[in-house]
């Protein structure tokens, strides 16, 4: 990144002392593209190779990593345990339970991060997630009750969404 700093204005200063007007215009607007395409590629890239890297390496309590629907519901099973709305507030208070029936501990991650915990109302509108915290462990062999909290204005609370996964909300 440090190298892209320099490299910018090195590259802009070059090209407007070599070229005039419309000429200059263009070549600073390509420079700067290409800049910001390659922080932008190189951000990404490091993204999903910190994201390949947790998953291809072990963790070191030796738990599966968990960051997309299909991968949660391989590995866990789970349920909203208890749903309560407070009208003072407008807040919907739900405590899920997870199960996890393998041998290793399962660690649910990116669920802040990715904005992956969605709480929506009977119409199906979102409501504002409230802290939901980035990661939770379901210890092996074990369950594990996780507490979310929504702010839904004058709406009950229907389902919570960890990633594409959808949990129904029974009173």
Same mark, same amino acid.
């Given at each position: 990144m440090q190298s892209i700093r320099v490299l910018v204005p090195l590259s802009l200063t070059c090209l407007l002392v070599a070229c005039s007007g419309? $000429?200059?215009? &263009?070549? #600073?607007t390509g420079a700067v593209s290409k800049a910001v395409e390659l922080a932008k !590629? #190189?951000?990404? !890239?490091?993204?999903?190779g910190v994201e390949e890297g947790r998953k291809a390496s072990t963790s070191v309590d030796g738990a599966v990593i968990v960051s997309s629907g299909d991968e949660l519901t391989a590995a866990l099973t789970g @349920?909203? =345990? +208890?749903? /309560? $709305? *407070?009208?003072?507030?407008?807040l919907a208070q739900v405590t899920m339970g997870f199960a996890n029936d393998g041998a290793?501990?399962?660690?649910? /991650?990116?669920?802040?991060q990715g904005n992956h915990v969605t709480g929506l109302d009977g119409e199906g509108y979102a409501c504002t997630t409230l802290h939901p915290g980035d990661e939770? /462990?379901?210890?092996? &062999? @074990?369950?594990? %009750?996780?507490d979310l909290s929504f702010?839904? #204005? *004058? %709406?009950?609370?229907? +389902?919570?969404? =960890?990633? *594409?996964?959808e949990y129904a909300v029974t009173r």
């Open positions: 419309d $000429n200059a215009e &263009k070549a #600073a !590629g #190189a951000a990404t !890239g490091a993204s999903k @349920a909203v =345990l +208890t749903a /309560t $709305n *407070d009208a003072s507030t407008q290793a501990p399962v660690r649910v /991650t990116d669920l802040s939770f /462990t379901v210890p092996a &062999k @074990a369950k594990l %009750k996780v702010h839904c #204005a *004058d %709406k009950a609370l229907a +389902t919570v969404r =960890l990633y *594409d996964v």
